[in-house]
């Protein structure tokens, strides 16, 4: 199955075709090594997020273009809540040394797998989950109908354990000298990840793609104003993308979907 150029209405027509040729139920349970973009990639139609790339070839096709249109040859980008590695491998492919973070050892497997088919070194993969303290914490696995919301479980018990890092403490230890912009999706957990790199996030002030997510960030019982405003604190201005074009962005009054969101620094 390959998929046609990116155009609007493309989803409507694939999904159709979908259905009407019964691909979609004769594909359950299979896993399939294809090319989208340019890369090579291990994807399954049972998880909704790697159905999307194997049957669209795309993920957030309009938030992808806009944050990798800042990530140039010699950029650092940050991958932090990775899955399988898409936005990485993406950015490698432009040029960028890449650093991806993935705590779920079922998703990191896949994320490490993508980085060597590709033959992609300058992908540096970590099991880790970006928090506001370095530590231990347990984590939730996701459901196989979508392995991208495995999440971190507040309190301290339950699930298994994974190893966390503030962003401070791994751009310390790691010696970071640049980072030029960054991915953050990590199910609700976004106000942690970026109070434990206020100090990185002030230096470097990277493009940030950043997930909103109000039912998920209820989890950690804070709100998508919270989330915006910490994000307005740091100086950042925050914008949609729809069709290319930038829309400025302020909370949404009892919202529940989910959007990506720009944040361009000053």
Known sequence: FAPAPNHRG???VVE???????????????IFEVERAGLRWVLGP??????????????????TRALLGHVGHGAVFFDIGSYFGYYAMLAAKRGAEVLAFEPSPGNF??????????????????????????????FAAATADNRGRGHLIPGVSGGETIETITLD?????????????????????????????????????????VEINPPCLARFETTERELVAAIHDFGFATFLVKHG??????????ASEYVNVLCLPP
């Open 10 to 12: 493309k989803w409507r």
């Open 16 to 30: 159709t075709a979908l259905k009407l040729t019964r691909r979609d139920a004769a594909d359950r349970g299979k």
């Open 245 to 254: 074009a930038l829309i400025e962005f302020s909370a949404r009054a009892d």
């Open 169 to 209: 403490d791994f751009a310390e230890q790691q010696r970071i000298t640049r980072l030029d912009a960054l991915k953050l999706d990590v199910e609700g957990a976004e106000l942690k990840v970026l109070s434990g790199g206020a100090a990185t996030l002030r230096r470097f002030r990277p493009v940030m793609l």
């Open 109 to 138: 497997a896949l994320l490490r797998r993508h980085k060597e088919l590709n033959a992609l070194d300058a992908v540096h993969v970590f099991p880790l989950a970006l928090s506001d303290r370095t530590g231990n914490a347990a």
């Open 46 to 63: 049972d998880c909704a997020v790697q159905r999307r790339v194997l049957y669209h070839g795309v993920l957030d096709v309009h938030d």
